[in-house]
């Protein structure tokens, strides 16, 4: 629409989908390693025949974690969700339903060693806690420091060779880290290959990586792409080796990257409920003429890719990835 926010999209159920399937790993990777815990009741959201139902599964587990709590054998759990967007949103809806608390990242430490295990902790951070400042932008930290949120996104925008990983200070303290952040490549990576290497050779605590964004080799360097019948992958750390499944050494990472069709009906439903308001427009139009004279709204226009068979204005840059396959 004009302010150039999508009238409908599905990074609502990516976010609900990528939580319900994270700790379904959660649940799965533990119980092969013989580690009896809260998360087992949860399914994998294809299994679930609606949205309520995964809800369902997790107030079940929210008992256990209050009755029962998480497994001795792992420190207190702690989730971290990194980005503010729709994704981050969905996700953060699911993970509410499980008793917990929010805590910042200068209480990571304590909560690692001194928390509650009937209950567990979410640490949600932005980009401005996410990534810091390299050592080629040092003289621009009292600048930086000074800085609104607002103006600290928009430096980041413009600089971000300036900027560097802070999840090394994150790592050795979570169980579950939710990668909920868009990517390009000219930005920095939130997780190395390195940085993992060097975080696990001390610290074994981070047992999945719920990837909703899934960039294959993107903001978690290692990520791959995985579907749903497929989903899970088992990154270690010191090696580099990749063993898709839930068993071997390392991190589990659910790398789906068409997650919102596992609630397929819920997905369909909400897209279709944000689209009716426009459909009268869509079906009155008048197809034979130019796009500019058929009578669209200006918000479905927008939308348009192609037009009789050509790209429209805005999305004639594809024809450069046509040319790209084609040669």
């Not at 980041?156 to 990517?183: A, H, Q």
Request: charge should be neutral.
């Amino acid at each position: 629409e004009q302010n150039k926010r999508a009238i409908t999209a599905f990074t609502y159920n990516a976010g609900y989908t990528g939580m319900v399937d994270s700790l379904w790993t959660l649940g799965k990777r533990l119980k092969i390693r013989g580690i009896h815990n809260p998360f087992e009741p949860i399914l994998q959201s294809v299994e679930e025949e609606h949205l309520y139902k995964a809800k369902e599964s997790f107030e079940h587990a929210a008992h256990k974690i209050i009755t029962r709590g998480t497994p001795k054998k792992l420190p207190p759990m702690i989730v971290c969700f990194l980005g503010r967007g729709k994704t981050a949103k969905g996700a953060r809806e699911m993970f509410d339903l499980l008793p917990h608390e929010d805590i910042t990242i200068d209480r990571l430490q304590d909560v690692f060693e001194n928390g509650s295990r009937n209950k567990l902790y979410a640490l949600h951070i932005s980009r401005d806690t996410i990534f810091r400042l390299n050592k080629n932008a040092l003289h621009l930290k009292e600048k930086y420091d000074a800085l609104t949120p607002g103006e600290k996104r928009s430096f980041y925008g413009k600089n971000p060779r300036y900027f560097e990983s802070n999840l090394d200070k994150v790592l050795p303290y979570i169980t579950v880290l939710m990668n909920c952040i868009t990517w390009s490549p000219e930005y920095p990576r939130t997780i190395t290959k390195s940085m993992m290497n060097s975080i696990y050779k001390n610290f074994q605590t981070l047992q999945v990586i719920g990837d909703i964004t899934c960039d294959p080799n993107g903001s978690i360097e290692f990520s791959k792409e995985m579907w749903i019948d497929d989903p899970v992958f088992i990154y270690n750390p010191l090696t580099g080796n990749i063993k898709d499944g839930f068993e071997g050494k390392g991190i589990a990472v659910m790398a789906v990257t068409n997650l919102p069709c596992e609630f397929s009906a819920d997905a369909s439903t909400q897209f279709s409920e944000n689209i009716y308001p426009f459909l009268k427009n869509i079906v009155s139009a008048d197809y034979k003429s130019t796009i500019d004279e058929s009578g669209l709204m200006p918000d479905i226009r927008r939308a348009v890719i192609l037009w009789k068979g050509q790209f429209t204005e805005r999305y004639k840059y594809m024809n450069d990835y046509l040319t790209q396959l084609a040669t």
